[in-house]
Antibody, heavy 120, light 112 residues
Framework: EVQLVQSGAEVRKPGESLRISCTTSTHNFNTYWIAWVRQLPGRGLEWMGRIDPSDSDVDYSPSFEGHVIFAVDKSSTTAYLQWSSLKASDTAIYYC?????????????WGQGTLVTVSS | DVVMTQSPLSLPVTLGHPASISCRSSQSLVYSDGNIYLSWFQQRPGQSPRRLIYQLSNRDSGVPDRFSGSGSGTDFTLRISRVEAADVGVYYCMQGTWWPWTFGQGTKVEIK
């Protein structure tokens, strides 16, 4: 069964940095773009952006550009979402997802989600 | 950005009865290849989203045929022919034609 496995829940203080991960071992990592999606507490889904694992080409949604960084490590078939300075408003569940094709938005697989809590 | 507007936002349904969710986009979702990249996702309580329908009307493997997607241009519909208890959750439409891709606000389906 194809899976995306995300790292566990995190608690941080405002201003701290964080990196969460999304790993797959069951499909060709270079073949499928990875997307990141945010879900604020009790709210809907928001696109954050996408990354092409084959060359690390990245597109950020305007709302998130400059505040997060996407990265990949091909050797460990892992995608990362990272913050250098968290805000309380970053408290949310973050999902990685697999895109059928990076040219258009069509998700066929989701990770289980990582809950990030930012609180002083 | 393309705005996706779902209605209703809350949908109380009777078991065994049909249900319908509407999704409208602020511009046509026909992609340059002629396809419409409109998907429907189901998010059950405490779970990740799960794709039900892709490219307007294609049902994912394992999705009951009670679910169907239709529409054209800017108006789209997800139908459940006979609601079951397992269908409780939030349903989202999503457009993947225009970057940045966007989701609808979600429709919460609950049993009366």
């Amino acid at each position: 069964e194809v899976q995306l496995v995300q790292s566990g829940a995190e608690v941080r203080k405002p201003g701290e940095s964080l990196r969460i991960s999304c790993t797959t071992s069951t499909h060709n990592f270079n073949t499928y773009w990875i997307a990141w999606v945010r879900q604020l507490p009790g709210r809907g889904l928001e696109w954050m952006g996408r990354i092409d694992p084959s060359d690390s080409d990245v597109d950020y949604s305007p709302s998130f550009e400059g505040h997060v960084i996407f990265a990949v490590d091909k050797s460990s078939t892992t995608a990362y979402l990272q913050w250098s300075s968290l805000k309380a408003s970053d408290t949310a569940i973050y999902y990685c997802a697999r895109l059928v094709d990076g040219s258009y938005g069509d998700i066929d697989l989701w990770g289980q989600g990582t809950l990030v809590t930012v609180s002083s | 950005d393309v705005v996706m507007t779902q209605s209703p936002l809350s949908l109380p349904v009777t078991l065994g009865h049909p249900a319908s969710i509407s999704c409208r986009s602020s511009q046509s979702l026909v992609y340059s290849d002629g396809n419409i990249y409109l998907s429907w996702f189901q998010q059950r309580p405490g779970q990740s989203p799960r794709r039900l329908i892709y490219q307007l009307s294609n049902r994912d493997s394992g999705v009951p045929d009670r679910f169907s997607g239709s529409g054209s241009g800017t108006d789209f519909t997800l139908r459940i022919s006979r609601v079951e208890a397992a269908d409780v959750g939030v349903y989202y439409c999503m457009q993947g034609t225009w970057w940045p891709w966007t989701f609808g606000q979600g429709t919460k389906v609950e049993i009366k």
